[in-house]
């Protein structure tokens, strides 16, 4: 059974940093890409970063770009989402996502609030 358990939110000041982790299991997670996504809200789903199985490439939604950075830890079955210089508008629901033998997982999310 996958599962996808995201951590790491929280109320951060604008300009403050917080790491997201998500951790998977159920599937050989060294296989497959992973993917963050966010949902602001009043707004719909958006990708944030994707990530590689072996993690050599990534890309990154261009309101993030320089600022955030996605890793992963095939050992560990962890994707991370570094979040640096927040502003208000990164306030959301982040979720990890991935995409075994073509069935869509998401987690449960965590919440990301950045407000002084």
């Known amino acids: 059974q996958v599962q996808l358990v995201e951590s790491g939110g929280g109320l951060v000041q604008p300009g403050g940093s917080l790491r997201l982790s998500c951790a998977a299991s159920g599937f050989t997670f060294s296989t497959y890409a992973m993917f963050w996504y966010r949902q602001a809200p009043g707004k719909e789903r958006e990708l944030v970063a994707t990530?590689?199985?072996?993690?050599?490439?990534?890309n990154y939604a261009d309101a993030v770009k320089g600022r955030f950075t996605i890793s992963r830890d095939n050992a560990q079955n962890t994707v991370y989402l570094q979040m640096n210089s927040l502003k208000s508008e990164d306030t959301a629901m982040y979720y990890c996502?991935?995409?075994?033998?073509?069935?869509?997982?998401w987690g449960k999310g965590t919440l990301v609030t950045v407000s002084s």
């Open positions: 996502h991935t995409i075994p033998r073509g069935m869509n997982y």
């Open positions: 990530i590689s199985n072996t993690g050599h490439t990534t």
